[in-house]
């Protein structure tokens, strides 16, 4: 609404969420070594795709992701999962043990992790294994994070735009679309709709940058009226305008305000705003993120 980058917050509840995951796991990964310390068999392998875990953890300690997995078999179901982290572990095992081999003697690696005054070492093949799950999981929270930031958007910005106007209850609705379970993104979806005479236009929100173009083309397939970006392009506003579908660009200057032209154009009658935004925000934040 201020027209300034929101990437940066994206950015810091991925390193949030990844670091604690990282120090829960090494926490982890030191008992399981030491529970095991007296056996000779693959105790990672024992302990870290053990079929009792969930199969998010098991999906991601074999060095896959669950989208991967679906893509490959067309399913995420948790027999599937098991099966596809097993060939996977073992490919990375495979990986490893060649490229041990080939660097033999050149690189040793010993990585030691302390938790309660007790430590383990692990050697090279088991930092490889371990230094391979937590680079999966980055990934897996970084895509995570970026797909479901727009979704986590939708809903409230499209409400802050409609109260900043004044627009009545009457004239937009919201309909929620279940989430697919057999994907990452569990986060539950919205239309968004602006809406008068009877008449409901379908409102897209996508938090893009000039670089990604294929996203303003999801308004085109999805014959929305309404799009709502963070940057377009030039070639961007003159197709959205040879369609006939209204645009605001929210990190032009005083950008929100360009949501007057869509309701004006859909005829829905709206309150021009004046005085200071940010204390108008304050307001209405307050009404849409309730405390609990």
């Not at 409609?162 to 609705?173: I, Q, R, S």
Request: charged residues 30%.
């Amino acid at each position: 609404m201020n027209g300034q980058d929101y990437r940066i917050e994206v950015v810091n509840l991925i390193n949030a969420d990844f670091l604690q995951y990282v120090v829960d796991f090494f926490k982890k990964v030191v008992e399981a070594k030491l529970k095991n310390k007296d056996i000779t068999i693959d105790w990672y392998k024992k302990e870290f795709l053990n079929e009792e875990l969930p199969s998010d953890d098991i999906i991601i300690n074999s060095g896959l992701n669950r989208k991967t997995v679906s893509n490959m078999y067309n399913s995420a179901k948790r027999e599937v999962v098991i099966e596809a982290s097993k060939k996977s572990y073992e490919g990375l095992q495979s990986v490893i043990e060649s490229l041990i081999d080939t660097e033999g003697g050149i690189l040793e690696v010993t990585l030691t992790l302390k938790h309660n005054s007790v430590s383990v070492d692990l050697n090279i093949n088991e930092s490889l294994i371990v230094i391979n799950t937590i680079a999966v999981k980055r990934a897996a929270l970084r895509g995570g994070a970026w797909s479901s930031a727009g979704k986590r958007v939708e809903k409230p910005l499209m409400l802050t735009l409609c109260k900043l106007f004044k627009v009545d209850e009457a004239n937009y609705k919201i309909k929620e679309k279940k989430p697919n379970v057999d994907s990452e993104e569990f986060e539950r979806e919205i239309d968004f709709y602006l809406s008068n005479e009877g008449k409901d236009n379908k409102c897209e929100v996508k938090l893009m940058g000039k670089g990604n173009p294929e996203s303003a083309d999801a308004v085109f397939a999805r014959s929305s009226k309404v799009f709502v970006a963070d940057k377009l392009s030039g070639t961007n506003t003159d197709q959205l305008d040879s369609a006939g579908i209204l645009w605001v660009e929210l990190r032009r200057k005083d950008g929100y305000m360009r949501f007057t032209e869509v309701l004006k154009a859909l005829k829905i009658p709206y309150t021009k705003f004046e005085g200071d935004l940010n204390k108008q925000l304050d307001k209405i934040f307050s009404v849409i993120f309730p405390t609990s």
